[in-house]
Nanobody, 124 residues
Framework: VQLQASGGGLVQAGGSLNLSCATS????????MGWFRQAPGKEREFVAA????????FHAKSVMDRFAISKDNDKKTIYLQMNSLKPEDTALYYC??????????????????WGQGTLVTVSS
């Protein structure tokens, strides 16, 4: 399973970015995909996830009023629309995929496949 993330870049505080992550696998073989991020010197943390069979995603409390995860089943792609960006959102953003259902979508351990990451830098 390959995951190709894109859309990162440099943006000023208050700006927006839309990340994309496409998978090479049939979505019937995957239960869900999600986004994590890792800032310099910090642990990788959950951002959002969405099941291919669902209409709505699940977001971390720290971003749920600013970020929105979505998907396009035909394109086998998930997106992360990020609005009102803050300098503390600066991080390497990774997409991830899992094959089974787990109630804890925020746990890194339930995702078997990871993309290479796309860098988001928010300047103040």
């Amino acid at each position: 399973v390959q995951l190709q993330a894109s859309g990162g870049g440099l943006v000023q505080a208050g700006g927006s970015l839309n990340l994309s992550c496409a998978t090479s696998a049939p979505i019937t073989s995957l239960d869900a995909m999600g986004w994590f991020r890792q800032a310099p010197g910090k642990e990788r943390e959950f951002v959002a996830a969405i099941r291919w069979s669902a209409n709505f995603g699940f977001h971390a409390k720290s971003v749920m009023d600013r970020f929105a995860i979505s998907k396009d089943n035909d394109k086998k792609t998930i997106y992360l629309q990020m609005n009102s960006l803050k300098p503390e959102d600066t991080a390497l953003y990774y997409c991830a995929a899992r094959t089974g259902y787990y109630s804890d979508s925020a746990a890194r351990r339930v995702y078997e496949y990871w993309g290479q990451g796309t860098l988001v830098t928010v300047s103040s």
